[in-house]
């Protein structure tokens, strides 16, 4: 089943194309921390990426404060416990369930526990409200939830850039994962249909061309070499790989480096939403669509002008992502 999901009339125009840059640095992590290590590695590098500053940080599918109690005590590894943290939505409007789990802890953190935060109702709206009134850039990188639960008035303000989306498969040799793959909008199609079609400002980090932004075997020294916090996301990325056998994927697809770790969606997401020169950002006109219980794109000259990740520098990503990393650690002593 297919249906269109309805479009406002009025929206705020999308700003730039090829060069895309936020005029603001500062930028808001909305995030499913603590599930994929990915996301863990997107606020390492923003904590090293020059004149960044990050507002705010929420958690979304964290029915238990989970998933914020590790942004909390990563945030105190790195020496950034300032940062203001708030529990987001824990269900789907979808669905009305949770959305993903928090592996291992043992196998992912070590020995050291980990409390969760504590629910505050309103908390995380509070939060995203303040970051959007002072002009930062929303990284989503989980499923959109918090973003759909904000007033029109506030999400129709907000810049937002997904980590998500999905137009038209991958290019040859890389997995032919459709729309049901795309795991930030699947968790929340109602949501995800929400976002595209009220938020002021969007552009859609697309699952597809996101797929050549890789942690490789060969890229582990240099990054557990930066640091206790690089030594952690090494280990993290590495179990990352072993439970979703990344390298079983990599010997049935040709695009994929032979020894993958990990894809960094959500840095790569994050480095859009910063102004990365690396990344290609396009207009485009688009409708959201709901095909199958997915979520989807579909150009249609009819449809909102919105802005789409074309293409990506995935070699020189790993480059800067390492880089920030490393900066993020300046006065880590083990280096």
């Keep these: 089943m297919t ?8 929206w705020r125009p999308a700003v730039g194309a090829c060069g895309y840059a936020p005029s603001m640095s500062r930028v808001h992590i909305d995030t499913d921390f603590a599930g994929d290590p ?35 005590h990563f945030l105190r590894l790195a020496g950034r416990p300032d940062i203001p943290v708030a529990v987001g939505a824990g269900h789907s409007l979808t669905t009305g369930l949770t959305m993903g789990d928090v592996p291992d802890h043992h196998r992912y953190w070590g020995d050291d526990p980990v409390a969760p935060e504590p629910i505050v109702a309103g908390a995380a709206t509070m939060l995203l409200e303040q970051s959007i009134a002072v ?32 137009i038209q498969p991958a290019a040859d040799g890389l997995p032919p994962w459709g729309p049901e793959s795309d795991w930030n909008t ?3 199609t109602q949501a995800a249909a929400t976002v595209a079609n009220h938020a002021g400002d969007l552009t859609w980090s697309l699952l597809p061309v996101t797929m050549p932004a ?48 990990n894809f960094h969606w ?24 709901i095909r199958n219980d997915a979520f989807q794109l579909v150009r249609d000259r009819a449809g ?27 006065g880590d002593q083990r280096r």
Aim: hydrophobic share 45%; net charge negative.
């Design 3 to 10: 249906r269109t999901v309805g479009l406002r009339e009025t």
């Design 38 to 72: 990915d996301d863990a590695c997107a606020l390492a590098m923003i904590l090293g990426w020059p004149g960044a500053e990050i507002t705010g940080i929420t958690t979304t599918a964290d029915p238990d404060g989970m998933r914020a109690g590790y942004v909390r």
């Design 135 to 166: 002009g930062a850039t929303i990284a989503a990188i989980g499923p959109y939830t918090n973003l759909a639960l904000l007033g029109g008035h506030q999400l129709a303000a907000a810049t937002v850039v997904t980590m998500g989306g999905w």
């Design 186 to 188: 699947w968790c929340d």
């Design 214 to 261: 890789h942690l490789r075997g060969i890229d582990l020294p240099r990054l557990r070499a930066t640091g206790s916090i690089g030594d952690l996301l090494a280990r993290q990325s590495a179990a990352h790989a072993q439970d979703q056998e990344h390298l079983q994927a990599a010997r049935r697809y040709p695009g994929l480096p032979d020894d993958l770790v």
């Design 266 to 289: 959500d840095p790569l997401a994050c480095a859009v939403a910063l102004g990365w020169s690396g990344a290609t950002v396009e207009p485009a006109r688009l409708v959201p669509v």
């Design 304 to 330: 909102r002008s919105m802005q789409v990740l074309t293409g990506v520098d995935g070699d020189a990503f790993t480059d800067t992502w390492i880089t920030h990393v490393a900066a993020a650690q300046a």
